[in-house]
Nanobody, 123 residues
Framework: QAELAESGGGLVQAGGSLRLSCAAS????????IGWFRQAPGKEREFVAT????????RYADFVKGRFTISRDNVKNTVFLQKNSLKPEATDLYYC????????????????WGQGTQVTVSS
């Protein structure tokens, strides 16, 4: 079982950067693929990025390629999402989620979810 807690959200101007963190509890963190998703009010959760359990494979949604980087530190049980060149449309609640390998871009495949961290990008 994994418990997840996101942090690092906040208010940033367009063009700025944020680094989101997803801290996990449990001794088997290195067995889990981690995904980041975003959700706007009244909309479905949308895939942003995912990283494999070992950290060697990453996958991104088309709209973030080249601007966001997902990484993980299995010693510290933490996954990061570095977000650069932020646009106002990136304003959303961001969630991290965990599933046993393999990685997936579908939110339906993930077992464990954090509470989310709000990102607001001002124009």
């Amino acid at each position: 079982q994994a418990e997840l807690a996101e942090s690092g959200g906040g208010l940033v101007q367009a063009g700025g950067s944020l680094r989101l963190s997803c801290a996990a509890s449990g001794r088997t963190f290195s067995k889990y693929a981690i995904g980041w998703f975003r959700q706007a009010p009244g909309k479905e959760r949308e895939f942003v990025a995912t990283v494999s359990s070992g950290g060697g494979i990453t996958r991104y949604a088309d709209f973030v390629k080249g601007r966001f980087t997902i990484s993980r530190d299995n010693v510290k049980n933490t996954v990061f999402l570095q977000k650069n060149s932020l646009k106002p449309e990136a304003t959303d609640l961001y969630y991290c989620a965990a599933k046993l390998s393999p990685m997936s871009s579908s939110s339906d495949d993930y077992e464990y979810w954090g509470q989310g961290t709000q990102v607001t990008v001002s124009s």
